[in-house]
Nanobody, 120 residues
Framework: QVQLVESGGGLVQPGKSLRLYCAASGKIIGSYVMGWYRQGPGSKRELVAVVGDDGATNYADAVKGRFTISRDNAKAMVWLQMNDLKPEDTAYYYC??????????????WGQGTQVTVSS
């Protein structure tokens, strides 16, 4: 059984920085992708950034150059450094774990989420 817990959200002014953390408990067999998704007001949940076991990353166009995703395989943690935040970044952010051994893990794991609000 896997549980994800996010932290680090809050209220910040435009242009400032914030760092989100996600800790995973439980053991996952095989490789897995870790990432962050977000859902803003009146919007559907969308991918923000993901990182594989090998460190390969993928970012949404809206956050490229501003956000950085990192993971620690030994500690089973993933974090998101968000710089130069904009009002449009305001959303509820969710941590995600996607196991690649799909025969063993039919579904992804999700955290409860943390609120990020960017406003002056």
């Amino acid at each position: 059984q896997v549980q994800l817990v996010e932290s680090g959200g809050g209220l910040v002014q435009p242009g400032k920085s914030l760092r989100l953390y996600c800790a995973a408990s439980g053991k996952i067999i095989g490789s897995y992708v870790m990432g962050w998704y977000r859902q803003g007001p009146g919007s559907k949940r969308e991918l923000v950034a993901v990182v594989g076991d090998d460190g390969a990353t993928n970012y949404a166009d809206a956050v490229k150059g501003r956000f950085t995703i990192s993971r620690d395989n030994a500690k089973a943690m993933v974090w998101l450094q968000m710089n130069d935040l904009k009002p449009e970044d305001t959303a509820y952010y969710y941590c995600n774990v996607h196991p690649l051994l799909t025969s063993f893990y039919p579904d992804d794991y999700w955290g409860q989420g943390t609120q990020v609000t960017v406003s002056s």
